[in-house]
């Protein structure tokens, strides 16, 4: 029998065959490109932890970690369906956090700190947009530097005249006129979205418009002692106007947040104001 070997020529085509290549060494010390990381920022929180109650994740902590914008997350924001729904900036922040804590669980000062750093990690600090002068009405653009942004402490920093810290977060407020103690509590983002929602419904539905006294309903937790809603409802509206003034001057000190008032000089009437930084669509969408 003849050698099979030798009638197909696997001897020939072995001998063709190119050499091995031989292996690259790689630097086992360097990281593929595609493991890149973002990088994080530490969110000071103008609560410092002091306004959420024991046993809470952010009881006591004075930052929030949370990582720098992605290409990714820049898909959010220009998702149909979230700006439809009117929850584009809501889950942008949730997945900005590290940490597992609810975006909505913040105080509306803390929700807002961690708001301006994303802004100006992933943009600069400087936001033009326009605005309305408050006192001729028209229609400019300013520039905005939210570096010059600062932060306020609210009640557990400072001693306000009138109220007192009861410990777990709340103040309690004598009021003036009718010498009753009133308990409030500081609103979060949960707060605020459901405050929305109500809002946009009345306006929906032609009901009245979401009012100073629907707001105090909102965070006044008792009267006297007593939490029933009723009672707080009953005693909202028939409150003297002298201490529903007094409410909210004091309440406005008690909030911890931060100050995004800041010189505007208008180009049309030059009057010079001081006016707060709007949050329009320029603000995550800039040119």
């Not at 800041?262 to 709007?278: D, I, K, L, N």
Request: contains cysteine; charged residues 25%.
């Amino acid at each position: 029998m003849r050698n099979n070997e030798e009638r197909l020529g696997a001897k020939e085509f072995a001998s063709a065959a190119p050499p091995p290549v031989p292996a690259i060494e790689s630097n086992t010390n360097e990281k593929p490109l595609l493991d890149f990381v973002a990088p994080t920022d530490f969110v000071e929180l103008p609560s410092k932890g002091k306004f959420y109650p024991v046993g809470h994740f952010l009881h006591g902590k004075e930052s929030l970690e949370i990582r720098q914008m992605t290409a990714r997350d820049e898909d959010i924001l220009t998702s149909t369906a979230l700006l439809k729904q009117g929850v584009a900036i809501e889950r942008l922040l949730q997945n900005l956090v590290v940490e597992n804590v609810n975006i909505n669980e913040l105080l509306i000062g803390d929700r807002n700190a961690v708001l301006v750093t994303a802004r100006t990690s992933a943009y600069g600090s400087e936001y033009e947009t326009k605005v309305q002068c408050p006192i001729c009405n028209q229609i400019s653009e300013h520039k905005f530097d939210l570096n010059e942004v600062a932060i306020i402490n609210g009640g557990e920093e400072n001693k306000i005249e009138g109220a007192t810290s009861n410990g777990d977060g709340n103040f309690i407020i004598k009021l003036p006129n009718s010498k009753v103690d009133v308990e409030v509590r500081l609103l979060t983002g949960e707060d605020e979205k459901r405050t929305a929602a109500t809002a946009e419904k009345n306006k929906k539905y032609n009901l009245p418009e979401f009012g100073w006294t629907d707001q105090l309903k909102t965070f006044l937790v008792s009267v006297n002692g007593v939490s029933d809603p009723g009672v707080i409802g009953n005693f909202v509206n028939n409150m003297p106007a002298k201490d529903s003034r007094y409410i909210r001057t004091k309440y406005a000190e008690l909030v911890p947040n931060v100050d995004l008032t800041q010189y505007f000089v208008c180009t049309h009437c030059f009057s010079e104001t001081r006016m707060e930084v709007p949050f329009t669509a320029d603000f995550f969408w800039p040119r």
